[in-house]
């Protein structure tokens, strides 16, 4: 528990085993109250480690993508009754050590949804390629125009928020076409576009130096999947 609050951090890991304990361990018990890792199918051990290292583990018996892996974690977090959700990435890219930056916000001065940005000054990048450094700031832009929240990092997936957000008829998560990449950003519009009052704080993103399995996301693909709900939302094609 933190200053009165339960807090649950939530990861989504496919096929992992390398990193995930890591990522679990790493997580810091006197203020986390229950780590869980959503296994979205893996072939590899990465539930069997992420147990070893002491989180509760969702399995997917097949893989059916990142968003809906994170919405497990979601609502497993919301039905176990926790006051604030941490979103982490199941591949030990964000430092938990910055969690209460993300919490604070929301605890002491009301807000109820904070995301993490590398780009805001204290933040830190390590080890980003220049395609990537180009393709996030763009997307943050686009993110400006068609949703109307000055975020400067709107691709990063460390967050946190009050739980109840989940309660709100208007954003509904449970959209087939979300279970991608294509949650996570459609999470975000929608919250903005509710009226939660929403800030952005300074954190760490590292991409691991190892070349192999530093990133499943597949050119062209992957990165559409991630603007599609911005676009779709703006136009009013999906709700």
Same mark, same amino acid.
Request: charged content about 25%; cysteine-free.
């Given at each position: 528990?933190?200053?009165?609050?339960?807090?649950?951090?939530?990861?989504?890991?496919?096929?992992?085993?390398?990193? &995930?304990?890591?990522?679990?361990?790493?997580?810091?018990?006197?203020?986390?109250?229950?780590?869980?890792? =959503?296994?979205?199918?893996?072939? $590899?051990?990465?539930?069997?480690?992420?147990?070893?290292?002491?989180?509760?583990?969702?399995?997917?018996?097949?893989?059916?993508?990142?968003?809906?892996?994170?919405?497990?974690?979601?609502?497993?977090?919301?039905?176990?009754?926790? *006051?604030?959700?941490?979103?982490?990435?199941?591949?030990?890219?964000? $430092?938990?050590?910055?969690?209460?930056?993300?919490?604070?916000?929301?605890? $002491?001065?009301?807000?109820?949804?904070?995301?993490?940005?590398?780009?805001?000054?204290?933040?830190?990048?390590?080890?980003?390629?220049?395609?990537?450094?180009?393709?996030?700031?763009?997307?943050?832009?686009?993110?400006?125009?068609?949703?109307?929240?000055?975020?400067? *990092?709107?691709?990063?997936?460390?967050?946190?928020?009050?739980?109840?957000?989940?309660?709100?008829?208007?954003? $509904?998560?449970?959209?087939?076409?979300?279970?991608?990449?294509?949650?996570?950003?459609?999470?975000?519009?929608?919250?903005?576009?509710?009226?939660?009052?929403?800030?952005? =704080?300074?954190?760490?993103?590292?991409?691991?130096?190892?070349?192999?399995?530093?990133?499943?996301? &597949?050119?062209?693909?992957?990165?559409?999947?991630?603007?599609?709900?911005?676009?779709?939302?703006?136009?009013?094609?999906?709700?």
């Amino acid at each position: 528990m933190y200053k009165g609050k339960k807090i649950i951090v939530v990861m989504s890991s496919l096929n992992e085993e390398a990193k &995930i304990a890591n990522g679990v361990r790493r997580v810091p018990r006197d203020f986390v109250d229950e780590v869980v890792v =959503v296994d979205d199918g893996s072939t $590899d051990n990465t539930a069997r480690q992420a147990e070893l290292a002491g989180a509760s583990v969702i399995r997917h018996k097949s893989n059916l993508g990142a968003g809906a892996g994170y919405r497990s974690g979601y609502f497993y977090g919301f039905e176990k009754g926790y *006051d604030i959700i941490v979103e982490l990435a199941g591949d030990d890219q964000d $430092d938990p050590k910055e969690i209460p930056r993300l919490l604070d916000p929301i605890i $002491d001065e009301g807000y109820d949804y904070v995301h993490g940005s590398r780009w805001l000054k204290g933040g830190v990048r390590i080890n980003h390629p220049l395609y990537r450094i180009i393709a996030t700031k763009f997307y943050s832009f686009l993110f400006r125009i068609l949703i109307g929240f000055p975020s400067t *990092d709107a691709t990063n997936g460390f967050r946190a928020f009050r739980a109840q957000i989940l309660k709100n008829k208007n954003i $509904d998560l449970w959209q087939n076409w979300l279970n991608k990449y294509e949650l996570e950003p459609y999470f975000f519009a929608k919250v903005v576009k509710n009226g939660y009052k929403i800030k952005e =704080v300074p954190v760490t993103k590292e991409y691991h130096s190892e070349k192999k399995g530093y990133t499943k996301m &597949i050119p062209i693909f992957s990165w559409w999947s991630i603007l599609r709900p911005i676009i779709l939302l703006r136009l009013g094609i999906k709700k």
